[in-house]
């Protein structure tokens, strides 16, 4: 037991501290942190168990599971529990792959546990913490062996899946992870189990849908796109059909979530069909300038980088993702569904959710966050390790790195840059690092049984 302790002293430090940074969270912010009304969506379909039609209802169904507990507080309690279970599963990951010491496997970890603002949104009733567990669980399976067995394929492919029926940014994770299947050579047996257990999710979660919306689907708006499509469009060049000459920007332009939500807004212009004309205007403006279009999603996703966190899309505070100095109290306005948000919270857990701003422990909190994240240069860094390890055929790095990378500029690409969205990306790219820095501990699950005999008969024939 004493050697046990030894050997992960280093993480058992940093993990009391991790579980302190979000005792004082729990303690500081009661019973949680709202996203105006993205939190209250969510809440509203966990209550009426039925599909959002604007986003993907994993989360709600998480919420819903969870309703008998009847405590917002539980919930944050049990997202904060599993924001834990991502840092010891890439660390319990690196000290079974690979050779590292346990204090660098320790310090790959650490930014999962220390992290201000992922724990801000362990702490805040959004799907993003949900879909990073679900995500890193199911990447993490398909690396635990070199050749992934039928069981495993299964099981990272359905967390993949649950995943996207959470954010469908989680789709191109199962794209990966179907490739890496094939590179693997894990067989047709693996494969076709695990590309059939992601179908049974997402082909159940779009009858679901059918069943409420009357066509299948995983909910989502074209809007987003268009929005992200209003930065670059040149109308000009477009040449675009009389019905959609009033999505054309003007100038000067906006951040693309201000089209959105701007009174201002083309999008106020079109009516009733605002979905449909908004699709096929982002589909002309990105067939018209695919150069425009990857240019402005690939210099938008390197903000990522930069030494401190871009306020993006308003100047000021971005309090929706920091803990703030106080929590303004809920408006009268309606929230979701015709409920506001009071009337919801008290449906879930009896009284009113509104959060509470408890001092000193909020205090404290605040002044960590000041300085305790993860700054963007060396979150560059990390992944840079993470693509060293393809160059010195550490091939285990791939699924996570190239998981990273699609969390990292697709949102940018078809939507907008948010450090909501890099969050994710992090304990992917501490994964891929850690397999980048350390070595297997042996060769020998890389070579199959029938391939040992003849290196053992040849070992012998070379010394007799």
């Known amino acids: 037991m004493a050697s046990f302790l030894r050997s992960h002293l280093a993480f058992a430090a940093l993990l009391v501290l991790g579980v302190a940074l979000r005792a004082l969270a729990v303690l500081g912010y009661r019973p949680a ?98 879909f990073t567990f679900l995500a890193v669980a199911g990447v993490a399976i398909l690396v635990w062996r070199p050749k992934p067995s039928v069981t495993a394929a299964t099981a990272a492919l359905l967390l993949l899946a649950l995943a996207t029926v959470t954010r469908t940014i989680g789709l191109p994770l199962i794209v990966i992870a179907a490739v890496w299947l094939l590179l693997t050579r894990a067989g047709a047996r693996a494969l076709v189990s695990g590309v059939a257990a992601a179908a049974v999710v997402l082909g159940g979660y779009a009858v679901w849908f059918h069943s409420a919306h009357g066509s299948y689907g995983m909910g989502g708006s074209s809007t987003w796109l268009w929005s992200r499509t209003m930065t670059f469009a040149d109308c000009a060049k477009m040449d675009p059909a009389p019905r959609l000459t009033p999505l054309c920007p003007t100038e000067p332009r906006l951040a693309a979530p201000a089209y959105i939500w701007d009174a201002t807004s083309p999008l106020q212009r079109v009516g009733a069909k605002r979905e449909e004309l908004a699709g096929e205007f982002a589909s002309l403006a990105i067939r018209s300038q695919p150069l425009d279009f990857l240019r402005t999603g690939l210099s938008d996703a390197l903000w990522a980088f930069e030494w401190e966190r871009r306020v993006y899309p308003s100047p000021g505070p971005q309090s929706a993702y920091v803990f703030p100095h106080s929590a303004k109290p809920f408006p009268d306005k309606i929230a979701s569904a015709g409920r506001t948000a009071t009337q919801l919270t008290t449906a879930y857990q009896g009284s009113s959710g509104e959060t509470r701003v408890v001092e000193p422990w909020a205090g404290w909190l605040r002044a960590y966050q000041e ?94």
């Open 33 to 130: 942190l709202w996203f105006w009304a993205d939190s209250f969506a969510y809440l509203s379909s966990g209550l009426d168990l039925r599909p959002l039609a604007s986003r993907p209802s994993g989360y709600s169904l998480f919420l819903w599971l969870l309703s008998p507990l009847r405590d917002i507080q539980a919930v944050v309690i049990v997202q904060h529990l599993l924001g834990i279970g991502i840092a010891v599963l890439v660390y319990v990951m690196l000290r079974r792959r690979t050779a590292l010491r346990g204090w660098i496997a320790a310090l790959v970890a650490a930014p999962i546990l220390l992290d201000a603002h992922q724990i801000q949104l362990e702490h805040l009733m959004m799907a993003d913490l949900l």
């Open 371 to 464: 300085q305790g994240y993860l700054r963007g240069p060396f979150l560059a860094v990390i992944l840079l390790i993470g693509l060293g390890g393809l160059f010195v055929r550490r091939w285990a790095v791939i699924p996570p790195l190239a998981a990273a990378a699609a969390l990292l500029f697709a949102p940018p690409m078809i939507a907008a840059f948010d450090h909501r969205y890099i969050v994710p990306v992090v304990p992917l790219a501490c994964l891929a690092a850690g397999l980048a820095l350390g070595a297997r501990r042996s060769a020998a699950p890389d070579v199959q049984p029938d391939q040992r005999r003849k290196v053992s008969a040849a070992d012998q024939a070379a010394h007799s």
